[in-house]
């Protein structure tokens, strides 16, 4: 069964290019993010890792620790890194964990049970491996996105919706369709209007259901 909202995100304990990671002890009190891909030293991959390496400032802002996982070894992800950080012109100082058992892809809905790296594979193999995971510091997930091979990810997407998720992070608001930060939220229908202008002050109401308001400062 697929992984939900809410649901802990599974432990594990893992060999990665910063050492052994346990992730729940690593992930502390920050919010956290998984990347996974299907493999080393493939194209989109590549991009994508340097597009995270180069927003390395804008998740430290956010409390928010980056994780890579791809299904090969860390001998590779080192070597890989170097590539990367050629592509990003940026180091690539986050940890890439070592799934050659894909216990980790397993662990996390990514791939069947019975999948396994066929001798000489390809990406195909575990094409599946296209994943966000964003964790919070309870443990729990919070969102997810997936992604097919030809599909490079959108960074500024991934950091948009990590600011939702924090933005809204147990505050009785949500945030409405392409939202950013400083734009109005909307007010939960938990709220009665006297309740939602006590807390958030002024309200603008477009239709009974749909309540906007000034977003909280965090």
């Known amino acids: ?10 432990n594990f304990t893992v060999d990665s290019t910063a050492g052994k990671i346990t992730l729940h002890d690593w992930i502390g009190d920050s919010y956290a993010i998984l990347f996974s891909h299907p493999k080393d030293f493939t194209p989109v991959c590549t991009t994508e890792f ?9 998740f430290e802002k956010r409390n ?36 050659t058992s894909l216990e980790v ?9 019975d999948a396994y790296l066929p001798d000489g594979r390809t990406p195909a193999d575990s094409a599946t491996v296209r994943t966000v995971f964003i964790i919070g ?8 996105m997936s992604y097919p091979m030809s599909v490079g ?8 919706a990590l600011d939702a ?12 369709a392409n939202w950013t930060p400083g734009q109005d939220v909307i007010v939960a229908l938990s709220l009665k209007d006297d309740q939602a202008r006590e807390k958030f002050g002024e309200l603008d109401i477009k239709l009974p259901y749909l309540r906007y308001a000034k977003a909280p400062a965090k």
């Open 105 to 113: 892809s397993k662990l996390y809905n990514m791939l069947p049970a």
């Open 50 to 58: 340097g597009a995270v390496a180069q927003l390395a400032p804008e």
């Open 165 to 176: 998720v924090q933005a809204t992070d147990g505050v009785p608001i949500a945030t409405p």
């Open 137 to 144: 510091p309870d443990k729990k997930v919070r969102l997810t």
């Open 64 to 99: 928010t620790k980056v994780l890579g996982v791809s299904v090969d070894s860390v001998d590779d992800h080192q070597k890989w890194k170097r590539d990367i950080e050629k592509v990003a012109g940026a180091p690539a100082n986050f940890p890439i964990i070592d799934d």
């Open 153 to 160: 990810r959108n960074f500024a997407e991934i950091l948009r």
């Open 1 to 10: 069964m697929s992984l939900r909202i809410n649901d802990v995100a599974p």
